[in-house]
């Protein structure tokens, strides 16, 4: 058998995986396969710079053509996998042929969560690859009038994006605030309040019944009983990972491919990396799922360091940023539950950041405007730390001074 790498999915998390593979000496041949037509890209700029055409579809793209041809890097890209034959690790495509391997990764994915009576279309657009950015763009002009169902980052920054465009917005939301599972209700009106400060008509406690396109745009009833006329509807109501080719396989999965600390899966020579995996995070102390840019190239990293024999773990705190109106939004860790918050800042000057604790455990924490302490913050939730939390919100303690010796 040729030594051989497959990935099964040619974005974020294979291009990852692809470039660690070469930088840890792996010289065996690299195949990628991707049910897009497209290079391998990244995923954060579709809703932010390159939905607001600062940025091209070839200014995001990951690997290129030359790139791979000078790395041994084939690229198989609009052809769909069926499934790993786990007894020969061979990827079954559609139609029946294989591709050989000596070691398989699963890079699927997800797809956006549909909204019973919300088909997509020209006009109703669930945000989750390139052409469904490229299709919105050219819908944010001056005056247009934008309705985006869901207040999660998703549907926030293409709100942000659509305001800076000059449109109207309107954001639908069946919370009570926006993110209020995440970030709790105090954090969830701050993100509200930030929404409306912009000119955004944001509705809570308000979901979507239906979304019908009509000649000119787009006709959405709500639960409250609106009818909103908009051209055009944005949709971004959660996830589903594509966990069909693992369960094909007989790969375990629980609301994604399960994988351990070194994104192996249950069947050997398999790994798993990006939003398709629920991961064991050590910090958690269970199996988690999260859909973040620095989470998949992190496990990417990981996949590629073990599957060129190398050791690797991915035990760091989970990370993500979101662009808002002009704000640097960034949350850290992972916090299920907490029993305090507190707050280091000015939340009424959009300056601060918020710490979740657990029986005084940092677990998480939310920042607008500070994205300089976040460096930190993370070493904090990284080492599970307990500071005095009169001194983690005393601005004239060092963050630096409240890590664990």
């Known amino acids: ?85 786990t007894q020969s690790r061979a990827v079954v495509l559609e139609g029946g042929s294989r591709v050989e391997a000596t070691a398989v990764l699963l890079a699927t994915g997800c797809r956006p969560r549909r909204l019973p009576g919300v088909e997509g279309g020209e006009r109703v657009v669930y945000l989750r690859t390139l052409d469904d950015a490229l299709r919105l763009r050219a819908h944010l002009r001056p005056g247009a009038r934008v309705v985006a169902v869901g207040a999660g980052f998703v549907g926030s920054e293409v709100a942000s994006v659509a305001r800076g465009a000059g449109a109207e917005v309107t ?17 969830g009106e701050v993100c509200a309040r930030i929404h409306r400060e912009h000119g955004v008509d944001l509705r809570t406690g308000e979901a979507v019944e239906s979304a019908t396109e009509t000649g000119s745009g787009v006709l959405v009833r709500t639960t409250g009983g609106a009818a909103l006329e908009a051209d055009v509807v944005v949709v971004g109501v959660g996830t589903v990972p594509n966990t069909e080719v693992a369960e094909r396989s007989g790969i375990a999965c629980d ?10 899966t249950d069947v050997e020579g398999v790994y798993a990396a990006g939003d398709v995996t629920s991961h064991f995070h050590p910090l958690v102390g269970r199996h988690v799922r999260v859909e973040h840019f620095d989470n998949a190239s992190k496990q990417a990293m990981v996949a590629g360091k073990v599957m060129a024999g190398r050791k690797g773990r991915h035990a760091e705190p989970h990370w993500f940023w979101s662009d808002q109106y002009g704000l640097d939004l960034q949350y850290a860790g992972h916090a299920a539950t ?8 000015s939340v009424d000057a959009l300056g601060f950041c918020a710490f979740y604790l657990d029986a005084g455990v940092v677990r998480a924490a939310f920042s607008v405007g500070r994205g300089a302490d976040m460096f930190l913050v993370r070493e904090l939730v990284g080492a599970a730390a307990a500071p005095d939390p009169a001194k983690l919100r005393d601005e004239d303690v060092e963050l630096a001074d409240l890590l664990p010796a």
């Open 1 to 85: 058998m040729p030594n051989q790498i497959v990935t099964v999915g040619a974005s974020q998390a294979a291009a990852v995986a692809t470039r660690t593979l070469r930088r840890r000496g792996y010289d065996g041949r690299v195949v990628l396969v991707g049910d897009e037509t497209h290079l391998p890209y990244e995923r954060p700029p579709l809703s932010k710079e390159l939905l607001a055409g600062e940025r091209s579809a070839e200014d995001v793209t990951l690997l290129s053509e030359q790139w791979c041809a000078d790395n041994d890097v084939e690229l198989r890209l609009g052809v769909r996998a069926e499934r790993v034959d």
């Open 171 to 187: 954001v639908l939301e069946t919370l009570d605030v926006p993110l209020e599972r995440v970030l709790g209700r105090r954090m």
């Open 255 to 264: 609301n994604g491919v399960l994988v351990d600390e070194r994104c192996a």
């Open 338 to 345: 907490w029993d305090e918050v507190v707050v280091r800042g």
